[in-house]
């Protein structure tokens, strides 16, 4: 029963090869006639503006003010798609005719004060408000009659590629009423946009988490009993999801997706220019074999039909995990090709089924931990808090030994914590070894010269305030998974060919944005920045120190000099008229956020002929020749580029 309803329409609508050389993803749709394109517009815009009023406070009632996403949803599908392009065939025109006239159908409820599609079973359109732009996100559900008021099954379902799966696609096929639903027992299945058609990753990645903790908060459904489940890029994204964020899930089955960027990708076939050292060090931040001893943690079960040509990414897993001394079971389709065979899917079913019932254990013996940033740092109970190196791969094996008496093994690893379950510490004091070293009634640990300390002795002498840590510790594209905001400048630099570069790639920025990743980028001028800004969102810098105010004030406390017209970062300096910063760092004035200077995300358009392409491009800094035409690869000629250090110094 894995695929069932969800797995059918999304199969029936994605585009399930990742090679399609399409180069503008989503492609320019069709013209539709003059009356449909007037009537399709101002019915979204009507309903729009009522969904705007409805945002005023005291506008409706305090118990389903909550729920104007729920009717947002619909007027945002319309709009993006006639207003960006992006109807691809008639059909489309009657089915966002259809979609306004749900939506307010929902409007004339909500101010009624009702919420009749929370109740609802069956296929169920919900939405909620992103935390990284303010956007509004849909996601679908199939609610069976017989599941539990609280504490029941979640499966989560990630979609196959379609480079044309706007949110009216996504929305269309899960509003039928199908005569019987096939889906497990008592369980809700959850059916992720993503964001479009990112793989899972960045802000798509950010949505599957989003969209599960407001499933979670909305239907009752337990912690302990998610699954996660994906085929093709939907695999893809299963397996990264699965493996960054393993605690999560009760288990995990990845069916057919890649796992790695560099062979998948081709990225040295013959007359490809080749990834730059940063590139290919950043690959590590979504290539699932860095994070394979995560897996060993919960049941993972991979899918492949047996001639499927993706069938070798999964079995690199198979492989990785072989080569650290666990099983990622393999359940091969005969004779089948990219999709699930009938029988084996039943079987997999089973096994899933089986271990979601179960659930997450609640308080495992051995964790084991594989990570090459701190972005991804925690399983179970066990938290690095530093590493040695970024984009190295560190370990970490913790084990409960005896009663109060733990041993860890690591690798890589400069700080280290363990939050023990309730139920052991009343066994008493821990006795925890670190690599052989004991410590008694420590739970926290830090490696200083070569040597695993407990922090509360340590007689400490400050040389840097920074460290990278959790969630502060870049690269570039770190600061688009959570709340950021673009800030413009309102004055004028001396250096004409960088002011113009510098606001040329806020506007790409913003656009791209939209189109991938489907918000709006929230954009303020330097003046109007305040300190809940600061405070709330990671700030992104345009312009340089004569143009924007903001970087102005930070720049004292950045690695960075504007000085006798040159601009360096480290001992190299660059023509500052012809030479343009790129940067992340914690922000001076808000050091719980980043500071990001004329950045945004780093992938552009060449990546888009294959998300498996979007990744990070950038490091930690660079400086770009802004007198070389930004292309769809780079953003000017890169002179220099490099990492920060752990205590965020260049190197």
Known sequence: MFCRLACLLFLLTATLSAQNQNAKSPPNGIAIPEKDKAELLAGGHKLQAEVEALKKPGALAKEVADYVPDVEIFSKAVLWVVELNEVYSTKQVADAKNLLKLGNERLAALKSGKTPWKTATGQVVRGYRSKIDGSVQPYGLIIPEDRPAKDGRLDIWLHGRSDVLTELVFLVPQLGKPKALVAPAKTITLNIYGRFCNAYKFAGEVDVLEAMEHVIREYGCSRDHVALRGFSMGGAGTWHVGAQHIDLFAAITPGAGFVETAEYSKVD??????????????????????????????????????????????????????????????????????KYEPETKRKLDALIDAAAEKGRPAAPTQVRLSTPTLKYNKIDWVTVDALQEHWTVSEVEATKVGPAKYEVKTKGVTGLTLNLPEVWLKEGAPTVTVDGVQFKGATRFEKIGGWWSDPRTIDRVVTSPLAKRHDLQGPIDDAFMDAFVFVRPTGKSSHPKVDAWAKSEMELAVRKWKVNFRGEVIVVDDTAVTDEIMKTKHVVLWGDAESNQLIAKVLPKLPLKWEAGRVAIGKDGYDASTHAPILIQPNPLAPNRY????????????????????????????????????????????????????AWRVR
């Open 269 to 338: 076939a013959p007359g490809k220019v080749p990834p730059t050292p940063w590139e290919r060090k950043l690959f590590s931040l979504y290539d699932v074999p860095g994070y394979v001893l995560n897996l060993s943690n919960r049941p993972v079960y991979l899918y492949c039909g047996e001639q499927d040509p993706a069938r070798g990414q999964g079995l690199k897993m198979v492989e990785a995990a072989k080569a650290r001394g666990f099983e990622i079971p393999e359940l091969v389709g005969p004779k089948t090709g990219h």
């Open 595 to 646: 500071v990001v200077l004329n950045s945004g995300y780093t992938f552009r358009q060449g990546s888009d002929v294959t998300n498996a392409l979007q990744t990070p491009k950038l490091p930690d800094w660079a400086i770009v020749d802004v007198t070389v035409p930004p292309s769809a690869q780079r953003p000017g000629k890169i002179e220099a580029a490099g990492f920060f250090d752990e």
